[in-house]
């Protein structure tokens, strides 16, 4: 067990590790990036999102929710996306429990520009360049 203050290797930051610091990253680039903030559920309802089943993490190829989609496991981590996508949705409904977010990169490996940080019953209907990477937070 790896105590806070206890040298260790680089050997001993395994995949779960860096996941943690990514989407720590990840939550404190999104909390800074206002203007990147996705809309409210309160303009839409999970029904309006096709293929997008209530409390899940959803992305498709196209704007405006349209064309071929895929979903991300919550709290999975770092997903390099099927396909580049240009529209996400999170249909998790506000409201008490932990947090679950979405957060889309141009970069494969959740690198390059942040795009957008869904949180919980917030969606993007255009990205502004393709989603090439997701990484998905509790």
Not at 30 to 55: V, Y
């Amino acid at each position: 067990m790896i105590m806070w203050g206890t040298p260790h290797s680089p050997k001993e930051c395994t995949p779960m590790k860096r996941s943690l610091g990514r989407a720590a990253l990840a939550l404190a680039l999104a909390a800074s990036a206002t203007a990147l903030s996705a809309s409210p559920a309160s303009a839409t309802t999970p029904n309006d999102f096709p293929d997008c089943p209530k409390h899940s993490l959803c992305a498709w190829s196209e704007s405006d929710f349209k064309g071929k989609v895929t979903t991300f496991r919550p709290g999975g981590g770092c997903f390099d996306t099927p396909f580049p996508i240009r529209s996400g949705a999170n249909t998790f409904p506000y409201g008490g429990g932990i947090d679950v977010i979405l957060v889309i990169y141009t970069g494969k490996g959740c690198t390059g520009e942040l795009l957008v940080n869904l949180s919980r019953g917030a969606y993007k209907d255009s990205l502004p360049a393709e989603g090439l990477s997701a990484e998905s937070a509790w």
